[in-house]
């Protein structure tokens, strides 16, 4: 890491466990060096609840934070991603966190979307870049696991929950699910990975970026590789030797692979039937059927990928990889691609080129139905910069379908006395509709909530935070 790079530790609680729909109420961030040291003053931020969104009774007892909590000490959510991105968009930074990409690095960019910003540049402009070090941690357990002590869960297989982690090594880790607390436990289980194995923690940095884990492939030779991911499950130290064989049809930060610990039967199958197996339900596939080891594996979201050296010898014996299994799969995907390179290749991208997509009609949710044009982003940014006052005032002819009623949801939601009385009873009806037909309706939040508390042993502190979050929600409901 040069000295202009920077981590900028980060951690969200929220609404629910929906990245896509669920609302920040919580955020904390801290800012290190490469020592992981820490430069800068930490960060804690409260996001203002809104009617739109039903929260989660499961979210309030695992957070303890109520909608009146997040109300009275949060700013807009607008104001609330505004400082958010103005942190994680500092030129050389690496944003990181623990199980972020996955989820974490999803609230930031929907959060993003909703408020106009450009939900992608702090990725990956001015030096910028991404890394988890969930997938960090997985590896340490396959590759290097001496000098960690790992947690062991009811049915014999290691816990990754960070306060499992932190709890057998001896790190502080105040209030899980304190967003704070969760940061600097973050940063504690790096330092002690990287004091455990400091060759690993530094190979695995430098790989993180989309360039780096590109200029592993190699598609003519079909060189194989480790990919360390949590899809692979414990039983197989979330670790598989892979071959990748060709690039996704639609998506260039994707790669189509092969798991070389399963025999490649599929090679002669016909790209429907493949897709079928592949993307079917596992309970809903034909008795006797398995699905292929196919997989793709996206270049942009810091993926474990390493060179297959690092399982030779005493680390295949440990992990239980057949050496002579991989060479003889890698062999037989060898030998069919040599066949026929066009027909190997043109096959394997149908499976994913012709899949389909359930259409949103929600734009807070439809982020990724396509990017917004230089046009549209000049205006979004007017928007940004606009004095909220002056909003219904301005025109702002946007190309894109999804961006005038993102605009309107975008001023009801962070600047709701700026709407006159009939955009705000369009709001009141939009959020009603929400609560009876939405993803979390009303009688789906009553039912949870009736759970949580007859939920064995639920504290009393836990039942007081749900009635205060009830009281919330039958507030807005009379206000409907």
Known sequence: MSSSESLYWHDYETSGANAVEDRPWQFAGIRTNADLEIIGEPL?????????????????????ITPQEAESKGDPEAE????????????GTCGIGYNSIRFDDEI??????????DAYSREW???????????????????RPTGITWPVRDDGQTSFRLEDLTAVNGIEHGAAHDAMADVIATIEMAKLLKRSDGELFDTLY?????????????????????????????????????????WHPQNNSEVICVDLGSAPDFLDEDAGNLREQLFTPRDALPEGVQRP???????????????ASWVAG??????????????????????ARASD?????????????????????????????????????????????ADPASLSAQAFPFQDRRLPELLFRYRARNYPDTLTPQEAAQWREHCQQQWQEGSFTLSQFEQEMAEERARPGVSDATLAALDTLDHWVRALSAQG
């Open 206 to 246: 430098r790989q993180r970026t989309k360039r780096a884990v590109t200029a592993l492939l190699d598609l003519e030779q079909l060189t194989p590789l480790v990919h360390v991911s949590g899809m692979f499950g414990n039983a197989r130290h979330n670790l598989a030797v892979i071959v990748p064989v060709a």
């Open 341 to 385: 390179p066009k027909a190997f290749t043109s096959r394997l991208q149908a499976i994913w080129q012709e899949r389909e997509f359930s259409e949103r009609s929600d734009p807070d949710v439809m982020l990724y139905e396509g990017f917004i044009d230089n046009h549209d982003r000049s205006l979004c940014e007017q928007v940004v910069a």
């Open 293 to 307: 080891p196919l997989q793709t594996i996206r270049l942009n979201r810091a993926p474990v990928l390493l060179r």
């Open 44 to 64: 804690t931020l409260y996001a203002k609840p809104t009617p739109d969104r039903l929260p989660h009774p499961a979210a309030v007892r695992v957070t303890g």
């Open 314 to 335: 005493e680390a295949a014996e440990r992990l239980s990889l057949d050496g002579d299994r991989h060479r003889q799969h890698l062999a037989a995907v060898r030998a």
């Open 108 to 117: 930031t960019r929907f959060a993003l979307w909703r408020n106009f910003h």
């Open 125 to 143: 402009q001015n030096g910028n870049s991404r890394w988890d070090l969930l997938d960090v941690t997985r590896a340490y357990r396959a590759l």
């Open 80 to 91: 609330f991603i505004a400082r958010i991105h103005a942190e994680l968009a500092q030129p």
